[in-house]
């Protein structure tokens, strides 16, 4: 890696996120794995083992409720997010992906002990599709706070949107990653609040 590469970037977020979250460091070596070998792991063509991606936990200022939407393609119900196509500030491709999905703008990234760190990260598999080979999603995951009555749109990729109580978050997916976000969320925004 040059200088100038992006990747030390990510690996230096992938540091902060390992400081935070010390019993995680499978998953902070799979994925600083990807960006060490994978020199275009910003590009959705990179399918060995696959790509980065970037999403938030939208949720209200207590954390008692979130954003889910019902992903088309997927038939699932998950956070907002997408692709990096390119940008290596994985917080800025979170934020993108939520405006586009879900019409809120305006948002920050919440700070963690007065920096940036990932809320989680996650990897996951996409299944082959069209012309895409089944690849991994390596995910990077940021914790975002919106007004719960700011009103959500939603966008031609998801069936569905809308706030949900988190309480009531099983009744929405039992997917282990979406309810780990949930738990890492009400875990900082209690620290915060102290």
């Given amino acids: 890696m040059s200088a100038v590469d992006p990747r030390r970037a990510l690996l230096d977020l992938l540091g902060a996120y390992q400081d935070a979250w ?8 799979r994925i600083g794995n990807l960006v060490v070998t994978q020199e275009d792991c910003l590009l ?6 696959g790509h980065l991606t970037a999403s ?5 200022q207590d954390g008692a ?19 990096a196509d390119g940008e290596a500030e994985l917080e800025r491709v979170a934020l993108r992906e939520v405006e586009e999905e879900t019409g809120l703008s305006g ?26 080979p089944q690849h991994e999603h390596h995910d990077v995951r940021f914790l975002v706070i ?5 009103p959500l749109v939603c966008s031609d990729e998801s069936r569905e949107l809308r ?6 978050l099983t009744d929405f997916t039992r ?6 976000l949930a738990r890492k969320a009400k875990l900082l925004l209690e620290r915060s609040q102290s």
């Fill in 146 to 150: 919106a007004r719960q009555d700011a």
């Fill in 163 to 168: 706030w949900v109580d988190v309480a009531r």
């Fill in 56 to 60: 938030a936990w939208v949720c209200s």
């Fill in 107 to 132: 948002l920050e990234v919440l700070l963690h002990d007065g920096g940036l760190v990932p809320l989680d990260l996650d990897v996951h598999v996409i299944p082959a599709r069209k012309r895409e």
């Fill in 175 to 180: 997917e282990e990653s979406v309810l780990r």
């Fill in 22 to 29: 010390p019993d995680e460091d499978a998953v902070v070596a």
């Fill in 44 to 49: 959705r063509t990179c399918f060995t083992p």
């Fill in 65 to 83: 409720r979130c954003v889910l939407l019902h992903h088309g393609k997927l038939d699932k119900w998950l956070q907002p997010g997408g692709h």
